[in-house]
Structure formats: C-alpha cells, structure tokens
C-alpha cells in the first residue's frame, strides 16, 4: 500500500527519494509524488507510476537537502493528480505524507471549514495537515507540539511525515497502526515505511512504536510519545542487502523469488534442526512451550496466501499434533465475536507482518488472554512485535506482490512447530519424526529438481493463456496447494480462477466444465490419489482439459491427462512445499504471455495496511 520516504541529511534529498519511492513500487500504488524544501516548499505529484512522476519533475527545480515522496494506494478519493501525495497545509508552508486512515477526518474537516479552510482534495490526509496548522497558528506552539497535539485528536491509523517551509532544518514523522523506519546516518536521518528505499545507506534503523513521534531537528534526532514523553532510541542492525532488493538478471522479481525458494526453505529451517540427530528447535517460542503443548486448540488467522499457508497447517496440526485447529480470515475473525479461550493458541502469519486485518485479529485475541505466536518474514515488523512468541520465516524480502518464496517458507515453519508439538506430545513415532525430519532436509533439493519444469510449464502455459477460466482441484494437503494456484494465476493474469475440493467439484464448479475448461489437478501418489483419479476421469468424460500435478514416474495419471507435470516424490506431509512450485510458475508464463504487470499487478497492493 502507500509508500512513504523522506530524508534530511546534506545530499541531495531528490535522487534518494525517486530512487526511494522505486524501490517501494512493490508495495502496489497508484500515483506518486514529492515534496522538496529548497527555500520553498516545492510539491509535486503525478497519477499513475513512479516514472510518470520522474518525467513530471523533469525541468523543475529538484534541489534540497530535506524531502520525502509518497507512493499512494487510493483510499479516501479517486486515484488522481489531485488526491496524490503530498498535501499542503492551508498557507502551503505545511506538507505532509502519510499511509493510513483519519476515520474521523470528516467531522474535522466541518469544524475546519466553519473555520475558513478550504480544500483541494478529497483526502481525509489533507484534513490532518489544515488541523495541524491550525493548532499551530493558534496555539502559538512549536510545529512539533502542534503535531502532537493534533494527533491526539485524531482515529484511525497513520504513520505521516512533515515539512515546513519555517522550519527548513526539521522533518517530523510519527505512527499510529503504519509501519514507519529511521535510518540512521551520519548527520543525516533516512525515514521510510519499510527498510527498503534505507538499506543501501545505512544498516542501522529505529523502528518507531505505536504513538511515537521522530523530530529531526539541526541534525539532531528525538523520538517522544504523543504526550511528550522522551524515548531511548533502540537502534537495530538491518539484516538485508541491496542484492536481495534486485532483480539479479531475472526478468522479474516473481521469478527470481520462485528460484529462490529452495534457499528460503532451507533458510527457514536451518538451525532449526538436526535431521541427523533427529533434533528440533524452535527458538522463538521459548518460555511458551509449556503453553503450547497444553493448549486445547489452535486458531490461525492470516489474509490471502498467508491464509492458504495456514490451511495447510492445518492439516499438519491436526495429522501429526492431534489438536483441533481452526483457520480463520483475519477480517473475519476480528469482527465475529469468536469463541477464544486461555488456552488457545492464536498462530498469526504474515509475510510482511502489517496486515492491518492480522493485527486486529491478534489484538482481540490477546485482549481475551490468548496466547499468540506470529510467523512472519519482515523482522521487526508490527505483527511480530504485537504477539507474545513465534518464529520467523527467513525468506529474505518478497518484492513481487504475488506470494511465493513467502509460503513456502511460511509452511517450512509451520512445518516445523507442527512436529515440535507433535514431538513433545507424543503424537507421532519417535521414527517417524525422525524420518519426517529427515524427508524436510531433503525439500530444498526436490524444489530445485522441481523447478526444471519450468520449460515444460512455459509451453502448457502457451496453449492456455487465452483461456477465461480455470479450475484447481486438489484433495487433503492438495487441496490448499490448488486455492494457492488459482490465486497466483487470478491475481496476475487476471484470469478468473477457483479452487476447489476436487470432490466438491461434483457440487457446482462441474457445471462449468466443457472443452474450454482447463482443470489443474493435484494427483501426486498419495493418500487419496484414486479418488483424485475418479475427479480426473469425471473431468475427462465432460471434455474438460485436465493438466495434473503428479508423482514422477507416474503412469496412471498420465495415460487420462492432457498435460503431466511430475514432481519428485515425497511424504505426504511435505508435498505442499513441492506441488506449489509449478502452479507458481503457470502463473507466472501465462501472466508474462498475456502481457500483464507481473510484479505490480493491477490494483493490488503487497501490503495491505488498511482494513
Ligand atoms: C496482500 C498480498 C498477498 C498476501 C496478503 C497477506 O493481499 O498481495 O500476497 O498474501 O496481502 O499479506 P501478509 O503480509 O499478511 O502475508
């Protein structure tokens, strides 16, 4: 979603924003802009891509010291030229930024116009920068007590940035809900929504809490709460690279993190066992293991494909830990009134850890005094911060905005505390823990083995890019493995896809099945692979165009199936991990044939920190 970067330092502020809002573009966005103190305070802003934006600014006046661009995900009015960030203060001597939103801007913005404000916008932003001013002008108060102040008016989420045209040698940023970064540099401060457009600068960072403010003053930084009270810095050593932030000769970033994945499963677990030994451990959950293996249910709460990483935990919770687990849409959850006990465990996940649904789901738990575990990739991030426990998946940054290095890593980790719990129960023979243990070690090659598919992928991709439809079917642990394919293939091909139980097929989606219909099967030789058999043949017999997933070597599937894409073999249990990578990648050739954005596909955003 929006996409926040300032700086205030002695370079150049320009090249670092543009650069800056570039590499947040991943975020998902739909107009940009920039705000320069060069003597004046200088905003310009441009509907449509950060190199709109670039183009714009071409023969302007681009110097200064002091700056911040935004990258703006339309919330509060039409994605326009107009609504783009930043905005001015009534006088224009104010700017500001931010992600987020002002849920009672509209009452504000009345009293403001009794008072004389006009508006240029349709932001409820605009409303926050009028307010500030306001309190500024008529309290007589410096620029950041009347920031202060002004916040404490406000509902609803932020995280802003300030400049001001009195105050050239001052950037003031604070959050409320939205992430918010300070690098810290040498006399120069760097402040971003997330660590990206900072890492090649400094490594060192301060993430701010929730009602913190940041005053950068005279090359001076101090952090305060909204009732001004001082804060000791805790600076962190940012643990990512510049490399990790680019494409390294892959044709998009989607692509590169395909093939990261067998490194990204294997970093999710190394350390975290001894497959030799027979050994396993979880770190992050610590003084919490107790609980854990007390508990009485599992609830897991995630949105999109964190949610679909959560079914499949599922099944492994259940399978190996013999403990009742409910899956839950984060968005749903918060606002159902759900059943939570003491004894639960509330499992979040989250790649970027600031889904604003996930969060509010974690607070409602926490507050009926269950205990939370995250499982997230953005270290230091909000979802982390807000749960008791948990582990991190240690899949590196995800640019691409559709999910795949993510969930593979996220189901390694759920993986691995489904067999730590299954371990300290009982639940499962010491062998067969050792073996699945053993069978885990060897994913990262079978992934890699997988993706030499790809070619065979690219061509099944070439007949059926013109398709309007497609169904996944998949059955047991295939069949979260098939919502995740049709997700992948509708979010950046813009083909409208289902997934399905394959039995559940005979219950509707059959209806739709003709000799225009292909039909992704999850058929490895499994637990239920003849009754996957029976859907193909069902499939089959209306004409319908059957592409299976299967086990190598395979013969049966083959002989039904219009196209086979073979995996290698594994346990039943680890199969997501490994069935997953092909659908990956039909989506991605058929997204790339068709011509779509795969990276930023439209009206998307990687994370989505409004409700
Ligand atoms: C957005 C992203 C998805 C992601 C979902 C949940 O919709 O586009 O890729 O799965 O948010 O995000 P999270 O960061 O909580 O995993």
Redesign the pocket.
């Known amino acids: 979603m929006c996409g926040i970067v300032a700086y205030i330092g002695k370079r150049e502020a320009y090249p670092i924003l543009i650069k800056g809002l570039q590499r947040l573009e991943y975020r998902?966005y739909d107009s940009a802009g920039i705000a320069l103190l060069n003597g004046a305070l200088s905003v310009y802003k441009k509907a449509g891509k950060v190199s709109d934006l670039a183009e714009f600014v071409k023969d302007k006046n681009l110097t200064g010291t002091v700056g911040m661009g935004h990258t703006r995900w339309a919330t509060h009015g039409e994605p326009n030229d107009r609504n783009a960030h930043p905005h001015y203060s009534e006088s224009e001597t104010l700017a500001i930024i931010h992600n987020g939103i002002i849920e009672n801007y509209a009452s504000i913005k009345e009293e403001l116009m009794k008072r004389g404000h006009t508006f240029r916008s349709d932001t409820d932003t605009e409303v926050l920068i009028h307010l500030i001013e306001d309190i500024y002008k008529h309290e007589q108060v410096e620029l950041e007590e009347a920031v202060r102040l002004a916040l404490a008016e406000v509902v609803g989420a932020y995280a802003i940035v300030i400049l001001s045209k009195e105050s050239p040698n001052e950037l003031i940023a604070a959050r409320k809900g939205s992430p918010i970064v300070v690098g810290v540099g040498k006399d120069e401060y760097f402040i971003a929504s997330d660590a990206t457009p900072i890492v090649e600068y400094t490594k060192n960072v301060i993430y701010l809490n929730d009602g913190e403010v940041a005053i950068v003053k005279d090359s001076q930084l101090v952090i305060k709460t909204i009732e001004n009270k001082i804060k000791t810095p805790y600076i962190q050593e940012l643990e990512i690279h510049l490399e990790m932030l680019e494409k390294g000769g892959y044709a998009h970033f989607m692509l590169k993190e395909i093939y990261e994945q067998p490194r990204s499963i294997w970093d999710s677990m190394r350390g975290r066992i001894d497959a030799k030994r027979g050994r396993l451990k979880l770190g992050g959950i610590g003084e919490y293991e107790k609980k854990f293996v007390q508990a009485d249910r599992i609830i897991i709460v995630?949105?999109?494909?964190?949610?679909h990483a959560g079914l499949v935990a599922e099944y492994l919770f259940e399978d190996l830990a013999r403990i009742p687990v409910e899956v839950e849409y984060a968005s749903e959850f918060r606002y159902r009134n759900p059943v939570i006990h003491e004894s639960d465990i509330v499992i979040a996940?989250?790649?970027?850890?600031?889904?604003a649904d996930?969060l509010a789901a974690i607070e409602l738990a926490k507050a009926r005094g269950a205990t939370i575990f995250g499982v997230c990739?953005?270290v230091g991030s909000s979802?982390p911060r807000a749960t008791h426990a948990g582990s991190y998946t240690h899949a590196g940054p995800e640019i691409g905005?559709?999910?795949t290095k993510?969930?593979t890593a996220q189901v390694t980790v759920l993986t691995l505390m489904a067999l730590e719990l299954a371990g300290r129960k009982g639940t499962v023979a010491e062998s067969r823990l050792h073996a699945l243990l053993n069978e885990l070690d060897s994913i990262p090659g079978k992934v890699e083995q997988t993706l030499k598919v790809n070619d065979a992928v690219k061509q099944i991709a070439g007949k059926f890019k013109d398709a309007r439809n497609f169904l996944y079917l998949g059955r047991g642990y295939g069949f979260p493995v098939a919502l995740e394919g049709a997700l992948k293939l509708k979010?950046i091909s813009y083909i409208h896809a289902e997934g399905y139980p394959a039995a559940e097929m005979k219950h509707g989606p059959i209806a739709l099945i003709d000799e225009a219909m292909p039909v992704v099967v999850i058929a490895t030789r499994h637990s239920s692979y003849e009754k996957v058999v029976s859907n193909i043949q069902e499939v089959k017999a209306r004409k319908g165009k059957i592409i299976a997933i299967v086990t190598e070597g395979d013969e049966i599937v083959r002989k039904m199936a219009d196209y086979v894409i073979e995996i290698p073999d594994t346990d039943e249990v680890l199969v997501p991990l490994v069935s997953v990578i092909p659908l990956q990648l039909l989506a991605y050739h058929i997204a790339v044939m068709r011509g779509c954005n795969v990276d930023q596909p439209r009206n998307?955003?990687?994370?989505?920190t409004v409700e």
């Open positions: 998902g995630a949105c999109g494909t964190s949610w996940i989250s790649q970027s850890g600031e889904t996930t990739n953005v979802i905005v559709a999910s993510a969930f979010e998307l955003a990687k994370s989505v």
